[in-house]
């Protein structure tokens, strides 16, 4: 079931999908008909006005577009037997692609790898991991099931037994990153694979990033729990021994606030940042909230073999839920958070989330 379908009380998520977008066939037919209304789009997103808009409710009031009549015939290759989210993720995908190619197409934007600064580039091209015997990239992104990614590249190159083997992940070993071939080796790669990725409600991944190396990570508690709790919680006892084991998500919030978006830990890293959607053209973009079906169809479309399926969420997986990110957000104080969101807000844009409504109302209940 997908998160996203309660988001917000429908409000803001409509919103997004009422920009109207490949409502239906005919109109993704007609490209050049919708660029106008995309490019305006663009222009405001980029321009941060994306934010304004939504909170002053003017996206608020574009109508659902109804569901597709012929839904079916939109997609004849998901293994999703319901036309109508069939449907929906369809259209979502129309409009993030559009949108990501509308936003790409700005003077800007960097068209391709080599446009991209060394830093850039450097973080961009250790996410990317290579499998050249199914000719296919993937641009991984950390808390979006990146870890089941990685074992079924394993699995496909040999060096693992089966998706389900209880081994722990190990991030690095066996794996192939376009970092580590040649700038020509790189542009042939990026020229003929298939080339696809995943992403997430950005806040959602942060909460997810929040409660997992914050809450369980001892690693992590004291290289980045101290030092936050050092920068940000007034009136800690100078010299406690600090475990860096209690940052709040507010402090988290903090930290994010003044940190270069490049230079982040790839697990709050912006998806923008790690996987440069202008620089490099994906083929396919999957949502974890839908991780099974969009899984399944780069499975097929990368012609793994039929026994090697995605695995299943862990078992000791705590999912984000709804109630869960209602919870956290509404108690980081909304200034905060006016802050947060624009510094996601490309993640929010390109990859078509509405954002959250944090509105005092709405926090309330
Ligand atoms: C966007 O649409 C084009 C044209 O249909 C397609 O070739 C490309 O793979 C799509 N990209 C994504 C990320 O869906
Ligand atoms: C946010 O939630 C409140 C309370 O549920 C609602 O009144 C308001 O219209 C929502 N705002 C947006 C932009 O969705």
Redesign the pocket.
């Known amino acids: 079931m997908a998160p996203r379908k309660q988001g917000g009380d429908g409000g803001a998520r409509s919103s997004v999908l009422g920009f109207r977008a490949a409502a239906t066939k005919a109109s993704v037919r007609r490209h050049s008909a919708l660029l106008p209304s995309v490019l305006t789009f663009a222009v405001i997103v980029a321009s941060g006005g994306l934010l304004l808009m939504i909170e002053k409710g003017m996206l608020s009031n574009v109508e659902t577009p109804p569901p597709l009549s012929n839904g079916r015939t939109l997609d004849h290759r998901s293994p999703h037997p319901d036309p109508d989210v069939d449907a929906e993720s369809e259209i979502l ?1 129309e409009i993030r ?1 559009r949108t ?1 190619r509308a936003m790409c197409r700005q003077k800007s934007m960097p068209h391709n790898v080599w446009a991209l600064s060394p830093l850039q580039r450097k973080t961009l091209l250790q996410h990317v991991l290579v499998n050249d015997k199914h000719h296919f990239l993937y641009c991984y992104v950390p808390k979006v099931a990146c870890s089941n990614w990685k074992r079924v590249l394993k699995v496909l190159s040999g060096t693992l037994a089966n998706v389900d083997t209880k081994v722990k992940m190990d991030h690095h070993a066996d794996l192939v990153f376009l970092a580590d071939f040649s700038p020509e080796e790189v542009q042939h790669r990026l020229q003929h694979y298939f080339k696809f990725m995943f992403v997430r409600e950005p806040m959602a991944r942060l909460l997810s990033a929040y409660r997992n190396k914050f809450g369980e990570i001892e690693a992590y508690q004291r290289k980045y729990g101290v030092e936050i709790v050092r920068r940000y919680r007034k009136g800690y006892a100078k010299n406690a021994k600090l475990a860096g084991d209690d940052v709040t998500f507010t402090e988290f919030v903090r930290y994010l606030l003044d940190e270069d978006p490049e230079r982040m830990n790839e697990h709050w890293m912006p998806v923008y940042n790690l996987c440069q959607p202008c620089a490099m053209e ?4 999957g949502s974890y909230e839908r991780l099974e079906n969009d899984a399944a169809y780069v499975l097929e479309r990368i012609g793994a073999p039929e026994n090697i399926r995605f695995p299943e969420r862990q078992t000791w997986y705590k999912p984000v839920t709804k109630e869960t990110l209602h919870y956290y957000l509404c108690n980081v104080p909304q200034k905060l958070l006016r802050e947060l969101l624009p510094k996601y807000i490309l993640d929010f844009s390109f990859f078509s989330y509405p954002l959250p409504n944090i509105t005092t109302e709405y926090c309330r209940h």
Request: charged share 30%; net charge neutral; hydrophobic share 55%.
């Open positions: 995908r692609n990501i994906f083929d396919f973009i």
